[in-house]
Each structure stands twice: as structure tokens, then as C-alpha cells.
């Protein structure tokens, strides 16, 4: 290394000032290049990051304008009755998740909540190292399953582990029409299915 650099010096120190102002300019002007090469590829990424948040802004918005639309006609047309008895989350979850052949997840007891006329019983459960299609067909079959049972918040992280693999807390919920009498099922909110 010390004796290349002290070749070049020789060189450096042999070559006249013509020649050295040359070997400067050059010098400068590939900086000058590179620097401008660079700004041009992070401006070119910068671009297509915007281009692609602006379409996922525009798919957001149609999506809840479709959404709101939706609600203001009242769903698909569909007279839902809810029914005294909710359904069991943990038993309808428990069947979701073993038919996909997933790790069974721990079921924490009922959050209720009173929403109108109604009781919304929910949980927040979490899965972790699904694949992108067992985490398809989860939601598919949570959503699918039952018109009564509804996925209220969904947050989906990459696995600290494996990145290909996705950790996946989500709160579940169903809906009851509580009885004048009293609350007969405290449980684990026990009723008929779908």
C-alpha cells in the first residue's frame, strides 16, 4: 500500500502543471458525476415510493366511500336478527383455527359492551408465524363463518424471527339482545352458531 501510494506520488510529482490541473478537472468531474448519478436514483425512488402511496390513498378512499355507501343502504339487503344467545367466540374461533391447522391461540374472558339495544361481547387474540395465505383464510373464515361475528381491529407485524412469517393480534367480536330478566349466560357467551 505505502509503495503504490509513493508511486503515485512520483508520478504526481513528474507531471507538469498542465498536466496536473487536467488530472485535478477530471477528478472533479467524476465526483461531480457520481454525486449527480446518485441524487438521480434516490429523486427516481423517492418518485415511485409517491406513486405507489398515492394509489394506496386512492384504494383507501374507494374503499371507504364503498364502505359508507354500504352502510348508509343498510349492508347487502340482509335482515340480520340478533339473537338473545351470543354466539361462543372461543368454540367458533377454536374451529377456524384447528381446520387451518394453526397454533391454538389462549382465549381471554369477554369484554362486554353495551351498544344500543345490544351487548357487543369481544376479545383480542393473538397468532404468531402465519404464512400470507393461512392468514387469508383466517380472516376469510372468521369474516364468512357467521354474519354475527366480526373482526373490530386487526394489526398484522412481520415475525422478529422469521420476516416471511406475520404475527397477527386481532379483536373478535359477536352481538346479543340482553334479556329482561337477567344475564343467564356469564360464560364464555355459549349459543347457537352461524
Known amino acids: 500500500m505505502a509503495a503504490s501510494f509513493e508511486g503515485a506520488r512520483d508520478r504526481w510529482d513528474r507531471m507538469n502543471s498542465r498536466e496536473q490541473r487536467l488530472v485535478m478537472v477530471l477528478g472533479i468531474a467524476l465526483v461531480v458525476c457520481l454525486v449527480a448519478a446518485l441524487v438521480s436514483k434516490i ?6 415510493i409517491e406513486a405507489s402511496n398515492t394509489e394506496a390513498r386512492k384504494a383507501l378512499r374507494s374503499l371507504a366511500i364503498y364502505r359508507n355507501a354500504k352502510a348508509r343502504s343498510g349492508g347487502a339487503g ?6 338473545e344467545k351470543a354466539i361462543a367466540l372461543d368454540s367458533y374461533l377454536e374451529n377456524i383455527v384447528s381446520e387451518l391447522e394453526l397454533t391454538s391461540p389462549t382465549y381471554p374472558a369477554l369484554k362486554r359492551t353495551q351498544i344500543g339495544t345490544y351487548e357487543e361481547l369481544s376479545f383480542e387474540i393473538e397468532i404468531n408465524g402465519l404464512s400470507i395465505d393461512s392468514l ?5 373464515k372468521i369474516e364468512s363463518g357467521s354474519k354475527l361475528v366480526v373482526v373490530k381491529e386487526l394489526n398484522i407485524d412481520r415475525n422478529f424471527r422469521d420476516k416471511e412469517k406475520l404475527d397477527l393480534d386481532l379483536t373478535v367480536a359477536t352481538y346479543r339482545t340482553p334479556t329482561a330478566e ?13
Open 136 to 140: 387469508t383464510s383466517l380472516l376469510e
Open 182 to 194: 337477567g344475564d343467564e349466560d356469564k360464560g364464555s357467551g355459549e349459543g347457537e352458531g352461524s
Open 78 to 83: 340482509v335482515d340480520l336478527k340478533i339473537p
Open 43 to 48: 429523486q427516481g425512488g423517492m418518485e415511485s
